[in-house]
């Protein structure tokens, strides 16, 4: 049953969606007569540049691809046609189909609007800094990703070494995730950034090192190997995003780790974590650490089975 917190969280929600439908619809003039300064509406336009990425459509091709009204539609193909914009043909082996495809009007009419769509974006885009237009950009992809009747292909992945902002996020998610999946208090956030600060103040390149998994420029995974004696290292921080489990990043983040710490000369890689983070203690036990501690303990605001788990290498 919902709440009145969960009311107001879901109306929050709907307004934040609409507050930037208008700041974007205006901002690129979607609300003019014309669209780009055209004597085309968005409708029309949208018509235009789908009829343009292929030599011919039907109606009702065109009709699923932009999900728009056939009445609709109805009219502005036949307006196209008036103005000669469009050519309706019969169809060789179906006489009730319509082949529908751009005069060489129709593409002359087209180009001089895509030329200034790019532009326009082109302009929106030099505005900002360059880290920022990644930002963007990846941004609206998880936008179209979330909001997308189809199944979201797979995205390929990188794995790198850390950056500056990179702590911040590694600190953040942690502090949202476990609050989320395990009910964990802000004093295990606090926890997280007096690791993470330590990792920077102290870092040794040559035995330490942090890796950061990232898909389509933004990250979604991290672990972290730190010195704990000369011969044995700790594996510390690892994280994948809900949305990128599954994939193997997690498999993946454990198996750079290991390596990492071999060629660094550890004999033993120590582990510490919960009794309850199972996907974690999957990906251990299948790169063959085992179990060496357990013991029961109150932290972060939960009762908890701690677990230490080694691997020697």
Known sequence: MATVADNQDIEQRIEAVRSFNRFYTRRIGVLQDGYLHSEFSLAEVRVLYELAQ???STARELG???DIDAGYLSRIVHGFVRRGLLDRTASDHDGRTRWLCLT???RAAFEPLQDSARRQIGALLEALPETAQAQLVAALGQVESLLSERPPAAQPYVVRTHRSGDMGWVVQRHG??????????EHFEALVASIVAKFIEHEDPSRERCWIAERGGVPVGCVFLVKASRKVGKLRLFLVEPDARGLGIGTRLVDDLLAFARAAGYR???LWTQSNLLAARHVYARAGFEKVDEEPHRSFAQDLVAETWELRL
């Open 54 to 56: 292929r030599e011919r």
């Open 64 to 66: 699923q691809a932009l």
């Open 104 to 106: 060489p009007a129709g």
């Open 176 to 185: 949202v995730l476990y609050a989320q999946e395990y009910g964990f208090d």
């Open 268 to 270: 033993k890689v120590r």
